[in-house]
């Protein structure tokens, strides 16, 4: 009995262990402190550097969030000062529970989430919803998960930021505000389904009023001269270098008649003069000027960016990558000192200290760099290892010499003309840092312009010999279209967001559709080239291929039309300076400066008065012209199945509807384009199956195939105007084959509907529920299944087909 009894304690004892490695997080074995983290990857570093007597858990990120909106709510009390509605996410009641569990147990429990504003809010959450008493919570922060910063964090614990907790929140209600009053406007006035938000909607301005930018551009041309001279120096070598005249000509007959002056002058080298030159470091990584130059120079999106350096982050390989800072700890300055000297010697180093001078500064303490300077490589994939690769390098060269240059710049003047003929050239007598690290531009036509021939052997004054003169015709060019780098660093310029929130921003901008990143076709330009060689002068005409772009950001039509129509109604909301106003609002209240109730309040008494001043009806669609035929108008809009052009606009008439073919856009297409989109005549007959008409049309819920009664959706993404009689007849078959009864049992069917398969009889429509296979019924389970419909209880009640649920 003894033995049984040791037996029957053994195997419990077992299947515990067994479930719990299933599950990392619990613990029968009481813990006396108790960390919780946001992120599990987070704290499974962290487990790597405190003992047993720590149990680590993670939040995965926020357990509450504002209520969903609803019909009659959006989460938020405007009668208690803008009091938020928190619910704990459905999804995380089992992890709240065990949350809840593991810290009544505890001595101790530690709130470790990250250090900026988001964290401090999902400590106070997880507070407030857990119940945690004071006298034994503590928040600990640190900006690099390593064994150093964890145990000084816990040496050196506080209280919650409530100022920090106030400007997350802030933000949280003005942005849920914004959304609920704006979007219902959209619906209304451009088409369902849209939304706007307060950082989303200026940066979609942004780019927007770049490509109106570029539509109204004006190309000016001007002549530029370039031309080539040989001479002879001091010592007997034969020298020969290129230069460029110090002016523009503004038409080809200035250019002509100064080629022709050209063969008239004298050319002496009159000046030479050298200056040594000292390039510095770029400072080190913040949030922003990581996203730009992994843009640059790795090609990454802002939110690629971002998710690799989380992962490095929480691997614990860098700093906190959120953060506003240029500083570098004394323990990061000393490290990367050691590794240079022992890399490159005492000549390349050089101690920096970089001060902070971003507006509203309020992340991390320390700029972005490597846990350990002397981890060469590190990331679970060659993504993570190249942006680590990047981070290392811009870390190491802050801290390293300046590069030394020498400049030489040569004129050649003329003998009866006061232009000068220059060139210059730049040679790197040092490369310093430029050993480890160069900043890239957002320049697409940075170079030296003269190439890299050497002038330093030359002397002044030195007579000339003139070799080849071009005159080429060259244009002034548009503004250039955002990519990833230029939109984050015209974001932060004008203050817009933060650029923690730039990856999220982006991303809704695209998701939204108001923006697309894609190409633009170049069009093909002539150019006039004058070339004066020995004494003659040839003209001849050149063309080139301008305006072409890849991977820059694109207004549609639909953010083009969403645009417009806020800045029309809401000037003040959609202003530059009114958005960075409110961040710098957030920061005050994050300092205790301001208060988060009262700073809301004065935004919502500004917005809401303008919500009930926007006139009723839809937003006017785009006149093209008259039907030449009919006179009917011809009218280019946005609907709910996106661009396209209308024939009609009467009740007396029904209107006809063409999808826009893409790189159409209803602020562009004439009336002849918009013309030819109906030549194919949708509707059009495109061939015959079981003896009736296949058609092809367009209607409210988009294009179409028709067969007799039988209409067929024609899939999105396939052009109604070019598909094939083969795609077409595949469709109806496909739809004919799901309208055939699965079973015919007379006075029952099982037939397939659009929301599963339900059995059909002459008094309604029965549901079968999913985990019964409708395939393998017979008449008898059938009739069971309509009996127990006709159960009054919730979850048996019977409906019918099209009525309302």
């Known amino acids: 009995m003894l033995y049984l009894c040791r037996r029957v304690r053994l195997i419990a004892v077992g299947w515990a262990l067994q479930n719990i490695t299933k599950n990392y997080t619990l613990y029968i074995v009481m813990s006396k402190h108790l960390v919780i983290v946001e992120s599990p990857t987070k704290a499974k570093t962290i487990g790597k550097f405190l003992g047993s007597d720590y149990q680590i858990m993670s939040s995965q990120g926020h357990i509450r969030d504002i209520e969903g909106m609803g019909k009659n709510s959006i989460g938020i009390d405007f009668k208690n000062d803008y009091q938020p509605h928190y619910v704990i996410d459905a999804q995380k009641e089992q992890l709240v529970a065990q949350l809840r569990k593991a810290a009544q147990k505890a001595k101790t429990i530690w709130l470790a989430s990250d250090e900026d504003r988001e964290g401090e809010a999902i400590a106070w959450h997880l507070k407030e919803v857990l119940e ?22 816990l040496q050196h614990p506080r209280d919650i930021d409530y100022n920090l907790v106030d400007a997350q929140q ?237 400049t030489t710049r040569v004129e050649v003047a003329m003998s009866d003309m006061p232009y000068l003929w220059v060139a210059t050239h730049e040679v790197v007598t040092f490369d310093g840092f430029m050993r480890v690290y160069t900043q890239s531009t957002d320049d697409d036509n940075a170079a030296d312009s003269m190439g890299m021939q050497s002038l330093a052997q030359l002397e002044a004054p030195m007579a000339c010999q003139l070799g080849t003169v071009h005159a080429q015709e060259s244009f002034s060019k548009a503004p250039l279209r955002y990519n990833d780098a230029t939109l984050v660093k015209r974001m932060e310029e004008l203050g817009i967001g933060r650029p923690s929130t730039y990856a999220t921003v982006i991303e809704t901008i695209q998701s939204r559709q108001y923006v ?102 839809k937003m006017a669609a785009r006149v093209i012209g008259k039907h030449p035929e009919t006179g009917e108008v011809v009218l280019a809009r ?88 083969e795609a077409a007849i595949a469709l109806l078959e496909n739809h004919q084959q799901q309208q055939l009864p699965i079973h015919d049992f007379g006075d029952i069917q099982v037939l397939n509907g659009r929301y599963g398969a339900y059995i059909k009889t002459a008094e309604g429509n029965y549901r079968i529920p999913r985990s019964v296979d409708a395939h393998t019924l017979s008449k008898e389970q059938c009739q069971e299944l309509i009996a127990a419909g006709n159960n009054t209880t919730k979850t048996q009640k019977p409906y019918k087909r099209y009525a309302k649920k």
């Not at 006298?135 to 690099?144: A, G, K, L, M």
């Not at 093909?524 to 005409?541: A, E, F, H, M, P």
């Open 132 to 153: 945690l008493p004071t006298e034994n919570t503590h928040r600990i922060v640190f900006h690099e998960i390593t064994k150093t910063a964890i145990e000084e964090a």
């Open 516 to 617: 697309v990143k894609g190409n633009v076709e170049g069009k093909k330009r002539s150019y006039n080239v004058l070339t004066l060689q020995g004494n003659k002068i040839s003209d001849k005409t050149k063309s080139e291929i301008v305006g072409a772009d890849t991977g820059k950001f694109l207004p549609t039509d639909l953010g083009r039309i969403t645009n417009n129509f806020l800045v029309e109604q809401f000037p003040t909301i959609l202003s530059y300076d009114f958005t960075a106003r409110s961040e710098e609002s957030f920061d005050a209240i994050a300092e205790g400066e301001a208060n988060w109730v009262k700073t809301v309040d004065e935004f919502y008494q500004t917005f809401h008065p303008l919500i009930a001043q926007v006139p009723s009806g």
């Open 170 to 406: 802030a933000r949280r209600v003005l942005d849920r505000i914004v959304g609920f009053e704006l979007s219902p406007v959209l619906w209304k006035k451009v088409t369902t389904g849209l939304s706007a938000g307060r950082v989303q909607s200026v940066a979609v301005r942004l780019i927007v009023e770049r490509e109106q930018e570029i539509e109204a551009f004006e190309s000016q041309a001007h002549y530029r001269l370039t031309a080539t001279f040989a001479g002879e120096t001091a010592s007997g070598e034969q020298v020969s270098f290129d230069t460029e005249l110090n002016h523009r000509f503004a038409s080809k007959e200035e250019a002509l008649a100064f080629l022709e002056a050209c063969q008239k002058q004298s050319y002496t080298l009159s000046s030479v003069t050298h200056k040594q030159g000292r390039r510095s470091p770029a400072p080190p990584f913040t949030t922003s000027s990581l996203q730009q130059e992994a843009a640059r120079k790795l090609h990454f999106t802002v939110s690629k960016t971002m998710r690799l350096a989380q992962s490095l982050y929480e691997a614990g390989h860098i700093t906190y990558m959120r953060t506003d800072s240029v500083n570098l700890s004394n323990l990061a300055l000393n490290t990367a000192k050691e590794e240079i000297l022992k890399e490159y010697g005492a000549t390349y180093h050089r101690s920096r200290k970089y001060q902070t001078t971003s507006k509203g500064a309020q992340e991390a303490h320390e700029a972005i760099r490597p846990t350990y300077m002397s981890v060469a490589s590190a990331g679970n994939n060659n993504d993570e290892r190249r942006l680590y690769d990047l981070i290392r390098k811009r870390a190491l060269a802050t801290q390293m010499a300046d590069a030394e240059t020498d």
């Open 638 to 725: 946005i609907t709910k199945n996106g661009p396209c052009v209308q024939i009609g606009d009467s009740d007396e008439q029904k209107p006809r509807f063409a999808s826009l073919q893409k790189g159409q856009s209803i602020f562009t297409i004439t009336l002849d384009e918009a013309l030819a989109l109906f030549a194919t005549a949708l509707p059009y007959t495109l061939t015959t199956w079981n003896g009736q008409e296949v058609v092809i049309g367009e209607g409210k819920f988009g294009p179409y195939v028709r067969c007799g009664k039988t209409f067929v959706s024609i899939p999105k993404g396939q052009n109604p105007h070019a598909i094939s009689a």
